[in-house]
Nanobody, 123 residues
Framework: QVQLVESGGGLVQPGGSLRLSCAAS????????MAWARQAPGKPLEWVSF????????TYADSVKGRFFISRDNDKNTLTLQMNSLQRDDTAVYYC????????????????RGQGTQVTVSS
């Protein structure tokens, strides 16, 4: 059974940083590309960043490029998102997602996600 458990969210001031983690189990983590997505209040789920199975190919949404950094540790079955220079528009629930195939920016290309972790950017 695929299980993805996100952690690391919280309240942070604009300009601050947070580091999100996702613990994966129930599948061979190193065989799958992964991604982070987010959902702001009243908005649809939005793809944020992608990393391939080996960690050598990274892609970011324009809205977070240069501020967010995705990484993975296949020995620890962990996915990470380092978020810097946070803005109020980054406020959302962040989800770790398992890739099943298809366009990497398409939310429909992912077949599992965790329960999410809340990130709130506010002064």
């Amino acid at each position: 059974q695929v299980q993805l458990v996100e952690s690391g969210g919280g309240l942070v001031q604009p300009g601050g940083s947070l580091r999100l983690s996702c613990a994966a189990s129930g599948f061979i983590f190193s065989n799958y590309a992964m991604a982070w997505a987010r959902q702001a209040p009243g908005k649809p789920l939005e793809w944020v960043s992608f990393i391939n199975a080996y960690g050598g190919s990274l892609t970011y949404a324009d809205s977070v490029k240069g501020r967010f950094f995705i990484s993975r540790d296949n020995d620890k079955n962990t996915l990470t998102l380092q978020m810097n220079s946070l803005q109020r528009d980054d406020t959302a629930v962040y989800y770790c997602c398992k890739f099943k195939g298809g366009p990497i920016r398409d939310i429909g290309s992912y077949d599992a996600r965790g329960q999410g972790t809340q990130v709130t950017v506010s002064s």
